[in-house]
């Protein structure tokens, strides 16, 4: 089993559609996070889930909606979408949010809003 | 201003030639500095982890920390076709719930033949 697994690597989804995104790590770790990858624009930090609690939000409109039921498991339920949502949507894991955890990445999911 | 600037590229240089990325920041608390390979189509991955100023070597890859500057940098040797990917700097500081992560844009890289 690979590091850091998300399903499905590619998305395409009506601006009406209700779907998810899912991540599993396989490497004990307790901190996940997903971000958003846009072409030419910084990696953008969307929620933060330490040993299962979320603690961070960052501003992400409510049709985003994050559930983490475990330490290894995330997911990402989309609905009511934009255009402008179209991204990579990249899930990563650490082993704690101390001064040392390194950040190990899926390899995304692309998403395409139409 | 940014938080983290990086030039977007794209860089082109022919094999075997040394590369140099680079990276500025403003924010004078990230302790930690990190650099990511992204290849195409794939998650990114971490190469370099640095944490004081100075250099740290990795084979073909040197990362240099300047904190009085705020400027870091990846060196890649030797450069190889395979190196072509986008390479993302990364920087950290402990906030109120732990490391927070800031990233830089990328810059593109092709390493031609």
């Known amino acids: 089993e690979t590091g850091v697994t998300q399903t499905p690597r590619h998305l395409v989804m009506g601006m009406t559609n209700k779907k998810s995104l899912k991540c599993e790590q396989h490497?004990?770790?307790?901190?996940m996070y997903w971000y958003k990858q846009s072409a030419k624009k910084p990696l953008e930090l969307m929620f933060v889930?330490?040993?299962?609690?979320?603690?961070e939000n960052n501003s992400v409109p409510s049709r985003f909606s994050p559930e983490c039921p475990n330490s290894s498991h995330l997911f990402l339920h989309l609905h009511t979408l934009q255009p402008e949502d179209s991204a990579l949507y990249l899930c990563?894991?650490?082993?704690?949010?101390?001064?040392?955890?390194?950040?190990?990445f899926g390899e995304g999911s692309r998403l395409t809003v139409l | 201003q940014k938080e983290v600037e990086q030039d977007p590229g794209p860089l082109s240089v022919p094999e075997g030639a040394i590369v140099s990325l680079n990276c500025t920041y403003s924010?004078?608390?990230?302790?930690?500095f990190m650099w990511y390979r992204q290849y195409s189509r794939k998650g990114p991955e971490l190469l370099m982890y640095?944490?004081?100023?100075g250099n740290k070597e990795d084979g073909r890859f040197t990362a240099q920390v300047d904190k009085s500057s705020k400027y870091i940098s990846l060196f890649i040797r030797d450069s190889q076709p395979s190196d072509s990917a986008t390479y993302l700097c990364?920087?950290?500081?402990?906030?109120?719930?732990?490391?927070?992560?800031?990233f830089g844009p990328g810059t593109r890289l092709s390493v031609l033949p």
């Open positions: 640095t944490y004081s100023s």
């Open positions: 924010n004078s608390a990230f302790q930690y």
């Open positions: 990364a920087m950290s500081a402990l906030d109120n719930y732990g490391q927070n992560f800031v």
């Open positions: 889930y330490n040993f299962k609690e979320q603690t």
């Open positions: 990563a894991s650490s082993l704690n949010r101390g001064p040392t955890g390194e950040l190990f």
């Open positions: 490497l004990g770790h307790n901190a």
